[in-house]
């Protein structure tokens, strides 16, 4: 049961994580757009971030899979002050997260270009902190 918590765990990563460096990319490849256009097809693109909703999903419920079928005590000895580490940048991702669905979907409103301006910055956040949190995964559980 544990290979099927930890294959799920991955595959969240790599749609959470992958989810951040695509639209990390995409924003940069937009660049030299007009900003009408550049708006219209950020707006479009928000559809990735179902995929690091999906992810994000996958990894919360393989964590907590991982945590019941090793015995919660266990794996927070085993991982020690890193795996602590990596829990709070979790929770703080998790609450960006919810920020940034909030903006998503003030963005789709007549007056939603203010909204919008804030979701590139909180992505950069969010690839930080997931990025953050594999380094701390790796270094607790190495």
Known sequence: MNDLWLITHFLGLALGVGTGFAMLTLGLATTDMAPADRGAFMRRALVLTRNGSIGLLLLIVSGVGILLTN????????????????????????????????????????????????????????????????????????
């Open 71 to 142: 015995g919660a005590g266990e794996v927070m000895a085993w991982g020690g002050a890193m795996f602590h580490i990596k829990l709070t940048l979790v929770v703080i991702m998790v609450g960006v997260f919810g920020y940034m669905q909030v903006l998503i979907r003030k963005s789709k409103s007549a007056n939603g270009a203010a909204a919008m301006a804030r979701i590139p910055v909180l992505g950069r956040v969010m690839l930080v902190l997931g990025i953050g949190v594999v380094v701390f995964a790796v270094l607790a559980f190495h």
